[in-house]
């Protein structure tokens, strides 16, 4: 690999950071739960702004709807693949909810895996649930993978799908089980062709399967212009901007890679549909002096979904 594109994959792997810092400080004023995050992240040095915090209440609400009315049409008879998992929580909420998966993957370049795991080994309120809901043969650990009956997590990078899958098999994917894959602020630092090809062998491995993607939408207007700019600023290249120009892009690029049905929502229309009263509480928190800038934030993201529906579980049905 180039030092160049090295460079950018770093820039890429910084944003994993970010986005836990931004979780944790909106936890830390009371946007929702969350006790795992501060195992990950250290606090934010300043307080994040009051309308980041709201963008981020939508973006782990909205996903986190998505992700339940999948394991409530499953039954929890299903598997849950995280792509670019960064340090995400979900597991640890998931166990504590009772609502596991019968077995839960997480993906990431090896380098946030390596940290990741080093987090797990070295906290217990971590690694506790992963022992607690194993079956008790000897865990399968290394510097960039964990294998457990309930959680795994593996280094891969998801431009090289061939490797990927076989890191996927090794620790118990099983394509025939109804498959949701989530990738949150993930395909957009992917050029548009290793985003299609992602979203393709998701669709052509798994029969039964939902996939959900929260990102940037409506780039192309000046407020998504100079998004783009303040990334690049720091390196960060958002190499997969071409499919969020509108929320047809996002749909079509599902549509167009063997995903049977897609809808994807702006987040001010998800927000505008989480629960009110949440909405409510959340609203009181802090005091919000740019609604303007709020909205266009919200504008400028989206959730888009797709599903294949081989068991005829009714997964189209499912939204906000
Ligand atoms: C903005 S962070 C989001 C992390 C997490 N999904 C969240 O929402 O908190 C993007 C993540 O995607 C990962 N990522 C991006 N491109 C990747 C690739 N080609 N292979 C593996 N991971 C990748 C990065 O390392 C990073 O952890």
């Not at 906290?123 to 457990?148: F, Q």
Request: proline share 4%; with cysteine.
């Amino acid at each position: 690999m180039s030092s160049e594109s090295d460079t950018a994959d770093e820039a890429v792997r910084g944003t994993c950071d970010d986005a836990s810092i931004c979780k944790r400080f909106a936890v830390s004023v009371g946007y929702w739960k969350d006790p795992y995050m501060q195992y990950f992240v250290r606090q934010a040095k300043e307080r994040k702004a009051p309308e980041i915090n709201r963008g981020y209440y939508a973006r782990v609400q909205g996903v986190s709807q998505l992700l339940c009315a999948f394991l409530k049409k499953t039954e929890c008879n299903c598997q849950i693949i995280k792509l670019g998992a960064g340090l995400d929580t979900t597991f640890w909420r998931l166990k504590d909810e009772n609502l596991l998966p019968k077995k839960y993957f997480e993906v990431d370049f090896p380098a946030i895996v390596s940290r990741k795991l080093h987090n797990i080994k070295s906290k217990p309120p971590l690694s506790k649930p992963i022992m607690e809901t194993h079956n008790g043969d000897s865990l399968l650990i290394d510097a960039y993978s964990l294998d457990s009956a309930r959680y795994s997590i593996l280094g891969a990078d998801l431009r090289n799908l061939k490797d990927m899958e076989e890191k996927l098999k090794k620790v118990g994917m099983d394509p025939q089980l109804p498959t949701l894959l989530v990738a949150e602020c993930v395909l957009v630092y992917m050029s548009p062709e290793k985003s299609a090809s992602l979203l393709k062998w998701a669709g052509d491995t798994f029969p039964t399967a939902m996939f959900v993607n929260y990102e940037q939408v409506n780039m192309a207007d000046r407020f998504g212009q100079i998004m783009i700019e303040n990334l690049q600023r720091r390196q960060c290249n958002l190499a997969g901007v071409e499919a969020c120009q509108s929320l047809q892009s996002q749909m079509d690029r599902l549509l167009s890679n063997g995903w049977e049905a897609a809808d994807a929502w702006d987040m001010i229309r998800v927000y505008s549909s989480l629960p009110q009263n949440d909405v409510a509480r959340i609203e009181k928190l802090e005091f919000l002096d740019e609604r303007e800038l709020l909205e266009q934030l919200l504008l400028h993201y989206c959730i888009s979904w797709g599903t294949k529906d081989s068991l005829h579980l009714g997964l189209a049905e499912i939204t906000f």
